[in-house]
């Protein structure tokens, strides 16, 4: 993966592209110097933190992305299925918060109203009584009543935010204004990024900031008032990454010229009602090191024809013939 982000590093310094690439601490995609911005989550060393929100000041907006990052890989992977029960729940809370404190919730403070804790309910709703704030008033009945009926995906999503309230990540994701936080909304301008992720010992929290950055991602491209400058994702490993809402967003990227490139062991690790679409959104451009599985699902849109193997002829004896490589019938020119 290093060529690739080399390549588009190149890119970005001759102001023809913006690049985030993401892979886990010590990965191997680069030196720091060779980046404008390195954020290295769990590193307390770390000169940038993560905006857990993406610079948006929309509540409804930063729940749908920061639902996608915290439960978007359990969602039914079938078409038409989404997140919007815990959209809805975030919203509920993020919307109320806002509107009292000027900014949205920390990991610690979102962990508690996901709980339920009474103390963080009760201050909530007296500063959204003193501001005559009725309608978020609202909101907030209709949480609490949700809360520990069948179905709700309270506890789901606090058990998600819980994996991020540990000591290691405790100086991350600031919301009051303390650190430099990076957000995927300056991708405006040529710019190099490196995220690192903190492999060990949190693997999971690792892949939910991965599709963090992903929806981030697809969410601030779509709205880019100039789009002359090409904007590149990264992601060293893409494992538990692709989800039904990753690929809608994916598929709207090329009218926001805008790319993904997505590092996968094995189409395995993608839920096979999504193999289709993610395929059909990425197109086929992709190398095989070795790896036989895929192979059969990629064939049909890569074009396939039936015959004797390389360098073989049809009774099986070495061919002295080299046979002429054809190109991939849906990418070639």
């Known amino acids: 993966m290093r060529p690739v982000a080399e390549s588009l590093c190149l890119h970005a310094l001759a102001g023809r592209a913006a690049v985030v690439v993401v892979g886990a601490a010590g990965a191997g995609l680069g030196p720091a110097d060779a980046y404008d911005v390195v954020v290295r989550i769990g590193n307390q060393e770390s000169e940038y933190d993560l905006d857990l929100y993406g610079g948006t000041t929309d509540p409804d907006e930063a729940a749908a992305v920061l639902a996608e990052a915290l439960v978007g890989d359990l969602a039914d992977p079938h078409p038409g299925s989404d997140s919007r029960r815990s959209t809805t729940v975030l919203a509920q809370l993020l919307g109320p918060f806002r509107a009292v404190h000027g900014r949205f919730p920390s990991v610690p ?27 978020l008033l609202r909101e907030l009945d209709a949480r609490e009543r949700q809360m520990g009926q ?6 789901v999503l606090a058990d998600r935010v819980a994996l991020l309230d540990r000591p290691a990540f405790a100086s991350f994701f600031d919301t009051s204004g303390a650190t430099r936080p990076f957000t995927l909304k300056a991708l405006d301008h040529p710019v190099r990024v490196r995220i690192d992720l903190p492999e060990r010992g949190h693997a999971d929290a690792s892949r939910m900031l991965a599709r963090l950055v992903l929806a981030q991602f697809t969410a601030s491209v ?15 490993d893409a494992t538990g990454v692709v989800t039904p809402e990753s690929v809608r967003g994916i598929q709207r990227l090329r009218s926001g010229n805008a790319g993904v490139v997505l ?5 395995d690790d993608v839920a096979r009602p999504l193999r289709g679409p993610l395929l059909g959104a990425t197109g086929c451009r992709m190398a ?5 599985p895929g192979t059969d699902r990629i064939s049909p849109r890569c074009g396939a024809r039936s015959g004797p ?3 073989t002829s049809p009774t099986g004896r070495s061919s002295r013939r080299r046979p002429r490589a054809r190109p991939c019938t849906c990418c070639a020119a």
């Open 288 to 292: 095989l090191s070795g790896l036989t």
């Open 109 to 135: 403070e979102l962990r508690q109203l996901l709980d339920g804790a009474p103390g963080p309910f009760a201050a909530l709703r007296q500063g959204l009584h003193d501001a005559g704030q009725e309608s």
């Open 150 to 155: 069948p179905g709700d995906v309270g506890g």
């Open 222 to 236: 779509a709205v880019r008032e100039d789009r002359s400058l090409f904007a590149c994702l990264v992601l060293d």
């Open 263 to 267: 590092t996968l062991r094995t189409l």
């Open 309 to 311: 193997r390389p360098g």
